[in-house]
């Protein structure tokens, strides 16, 4: 987990990875005009502060901003071919298979906190959690992770995208969620049948705020 990831993009380093992407240079010359020199102020009823120009990171809330940031961490890939780095918007999973062996995940480790100082991107130590499975009758002491000489929390359940995985691979506290969610849900969907809202508008809800709880990455159910 990143701290503040939108907000430290390197217009610089941005626009040399899209000229590596092969992107089009005048696409890079308008998104670095549109990153630098942003004025930016906030109201708050009729006060108005003063205006700061900004020259990092891209806008909260702009439809570009998660397909730049996409973009900006493109190159953040495994550095050892047994791990596995799964990334979605600021959040990102170190992952390994191992026969004991910890050497190539500590090693990712270390290289990914190696990519994010070279990014001008901050690993949140607070939010950045370990969670270890081990089936083995006899399980092995597991040395303590540490980035940047501060230790990460290890623990026995974590929610990625809305999933609870425990370490135990156990998927009713996962199931109980997604049903007492499901259920908040359907309370709605009532409410507005009650109203005699369109079938298809119904349909519409339940598709989008009902079924899609249900369903994992579009893969099943």
Known sequence: MYSSAFNTIIPDILVTKLFNLQVPSSTCTWIKHFLTSRPQSVRL??????TLTLSTGSPQGCVLSPLLYALYTYDCIPFHPTNTIIKFADTTVVGLISRGDETAYRAEVENLSFW???NNL????HKTKELIMDFRRHRLDHAPLLINRECVETVSTITFLGTHILADLFWTP???ALVKKGQKRLHFLR????NN???KLLLAFYHASVES???VWGCGT
């Open 174 to 176: 996962n199931n109980k």
């Open 122 to 125: 901050t690993l949140n130590i």
């Open 191 to 194: 409410v507005l049948r009650k």
């Open 213 to 215: 709880i249900l369903t």
């Open 197 to 199: 809202l369109d079938k």
């Open 116 to 118: 994010c100082s070279q």
């Open 45 to 50: 009823c009729p006060h108005l502060s003063n």
